[in-house]
């Protein structure tokens, strides 16, 4: 997994990411610019706009809280989504659909992290 462009300060996703869903750091590059973390085999990826926009010379769309979400998500998969969405809350990220039951049978709930980026949280639906 990746997460490319957030606009808070690297230090401030990765500390939330710790908090609401138990990431652990995994490398920061002493630039501050860049970060990973890992999770039971997954790895996500921070960069500040800046690393991005050196790497996008075209541009892109930088994540901001106060606009919609970008058309694509993180999706983390539990065995218990209220709590995860629960304790995603707490750490700060803002609540954007609340956990509900899908006609297929899977529950999911959708929170937006410090930088506007919107996660998905599931149960296997399989």
């Known amino acids: 997994m990746f997460c490319e462009g957030c606009n ?3 230090f ?3 500390s939330f990411y710790e908090k609401a869903f138990g990431f652990k750091k995994r490398f ?3 630039n501050g610019l860049f970060a990973e ?3 039971e085999g997954a790895a996500l990826h921070f960069a500040a706009n800046e690393a991005v926009k050196a790497n996008l010379p075209k541009g892109f769309q930088e994540n901001n ?3 919609l979400p970008a058309g694509i998500e993180v ?3 539990t065995d218990n989504v209220t709590d995860a969405f629960a304790k995603a809350i707490n750490a700060g990220a803002v609540a954007y659909t609340e956990p509900k039951v899908m006609f297929w049978g899977q529950t999911i709930a959708y929170v937006r992290d410090l930088d506007g980026i919107l996660i998905e949280i599931g149960n296997s639906s399989w």
């Open 28 to 30: 920061i590059h002493e």
């Open 75 to 77: 999706c983390l998969v």
């Open 65 to 67: 809280p106060s606009n």
């Open 8 to 10: 808070s300060p690297v």
């Open 37 to 39: 973390m890992e999770m």
């Open 12 to 14: 401030f996703g990765r």
